[in-house]
Nanobody, 115 residues
């Protein structure tokens, strides 16, 4: 069974930076597609960034050039470095992995960007 635990959220001023971490349990991390999603109040959950087992990445247009996703297979951890944060980045950020035909989600970590 795969479990995902996020950390690193908090309150930051606009223009600042945060790094989110997602620790994955299990021995299959190295072959897993991993992603970060976010959900702002009153809005649908949206994809922010994804990274394949080979390191290929994909970003939402709204975060390109500001956010960077990376992974450390030795630590079973995926990161989201967020720079130049804007108030519209305020949301709960979730770690995600498709697994065995289903979806595994973390519980989320709140990021609040003050203007």
């Amino acid at each position: 069974q795969v479990q995902l635990v996020e950390s690193g959220g908090g309150l930051v001023q606009a223009g600042g930076s945060l790094r989110l971490s997602c620790a994955a349990s299990g021995t299959f991390f190295s072959i897993m597609l991993m992603g970060w999603y976010r959900q702002a109040p009153g809005k649908q959950r949206e994809m922010v960034a994804r990274i394949t087992s080979g390191g290929s990445t994909d970003y939402a247009d709204s975060v390109k050039g500001r956010f960077t996703i990376s992974r450390d297979s030795g630590k079973n951890t995926v990161y989201l470095q967020m720079n130049s944060l804007k108030s519209e980045d305020t949301a709960v950020y979730y770690c995600h992995a498709p697994w065995l035909g289903g979806d595994v989600w973390g519980k989320g970590t709140l990021v609040t960007v003050s203007s």
